[in-house]
């Protein structure tokens, strides 16, 4: 019996050719079985028919059927002229497997979305408060007069905390109001603000409040990771779509997703890319949105942050009036990520679903906080600290590039452009393992993101790359951290670096 381990494959397929049990069906079994373990995982490209029929020699129907039947349960699902991945409606057990519990527990059966959840805390963790963090606080750059603000909120709400109306505060709901349309061009009445604990509850909620399990939907390839992870929990079938200099590459996402039932999008600053959505593809999302009735979730995650004079393009939401578009806002960034506020802005007639979802999930927001930052954005201290920031991160984004140019600048170069907290760099070199660099620099005391990182599992145009935040970390910091970068490339990635 031929006992095959096969190198994309990962995983053993073992073929009984004496079975009575047909050589498609064995396949079949052994792809549902590693994708139980864990040795699949969603969203993961299954090796190509032709390629592995003729691995194990057998014919490539019989392949082709095996993966059918795949398909037909829902297991896998194929993307024309792209391959055959591994849904996201199926998750692994991959703990499972790999930790067997002690022989003394019983073991009971857990929701198979836990495997996400675990791994999860593998790959998604915070970084380090250390340079060159993407967020992070900093006494020069972090708002000092808000203290003052929650304390007094503190001290007059502390004892009167009661249950509130699941999507906020009405005086924080309006001040949201306000700086939305102030700063990010979105018009809404204060009755359409949902007040979150940051994006990512928004985000969650989007996915639940519009979406059903199995639901095509078409996200950026790079994207975000806690939304991909948001995705797998709710169950829905994403479909990766390119991203290429003017943001979403819209006709390659038609093409691989003609009729999806939403768009998840960071059109402000492509994440992790920094690219801006160019106005000519904003109109053509929002066409698409509209002829094909798909959602389009804007998450505007740092848009507020444009340098070299450019102002920040109006938000999709404010383009659209808010007939397809739900609007995802944060005070991470802006104020302090730990302070868990953000909010959505959502169309009038979706105001109750989302207003009841808030309240199944998290019932609302912390109380202070909302009273401190509503008072804050009142007074119009939120929106100097915007100026203030801007200001010190406009040096601070040229000081970095001028950093890395000199010390390493021509082993890649700088894909993102001049806006947010982080820039983007890809190495020439794309042999090179940007993981094993990311965890070279973190032995040296430097925080990184690795670009490949971002990217859905399988994808073949992934690039590889380091992200940087720059904005917390004053010029010494950062020559420090950029010239232990510049000697880890040296000393251990030599082979890899320029001619
Ligand atoms: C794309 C994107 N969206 C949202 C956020 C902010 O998340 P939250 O508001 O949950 O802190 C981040 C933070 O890094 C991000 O990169």
Known sequence: MPRTSHPILGFEITLDRTSNITLDKQ?????????QTGALMPGDLVTPIRQLAQYLNVARATVDAAYAELIAEGLLFS??????????????????????????AVQKPIADSTAVCVSALGYLMPQ?????????????????DFQAYFQRAAKKHLLDQVYDHPCGLPALREAIARIASRLRNVQCRPEQVVVTSGSQLGLMMAMMTLLNP???VCIENPAYPL???????????????????????????????????????TPSNQCPLGVVMSMKRRR??????????????????????????????????????????????????????????????????LVESFAGMRLILDRQSHSIAQHAVAEYIQDGFYEAHVRKMRQIFDTRYHEIRELVERDWGDWGCFISGAQGMHVTFRFHNQAIDDKAVFEACLEQGVETRYLSSFYAPGSSQAMRGLVLGFGFFNREQMLSAVS????VLRHRFAEFGPA
Not at 79 to 103: E, N
Not at 232 to 244: E, M, N, S, T
Not at 322 to 330: L, R
């Open 27 to 35: 396949i079949a079994e052994a792809v549902r079985r590693a994708v």
């Open 79 to 104: 993307v024309r002229g792209r391959g055959t991945f591994v849904s996201s409606s199926h998750v692994c057990r991959k703990t499972s497997a790999a930790a067997p519990p002690a022989a003394s």
């Open 128 to 144: 380090k408060n250390i340079p060159l963090a993407i967020v992070s606080t900093s006494a020069d750059v972090s708002p000092r």
């Open 214 to 216: 199995g639901d095509r």
């Open 227 to 265: 939304l991909r992870a948001a995705g797998f929990l709710r169950g829905i079938d994403p479909v990766y779509a390119p991203v290429d200099a003017e943001g979403l590459d819209i006709e390659a996402a038609k093409e691989l997703c003609p009729n999806p039932r939403a768009i998840f999008l």
């Open 284 to 349: 053509a999302i929002l066409d698409w949105a509209q002829v094909s009735g798909a959602w389009v979730v804007e998450d505007d995650y740092d848009s507020e942050l444009r340098y070299e004079g450019n102002l920040p393009f109006p938000a999709l939401y404010g383009m659209d009036h808010g007939a397809n578009v739900i609007y995802v806002g944060t005070f991470s960034k802006m104020l302090f990520p730990g302070l868990r506020l953000g909010y959505l802005i959502v169309p009038e007639h």
């Open 484 to 487: 232990r970068i510049g000697f």
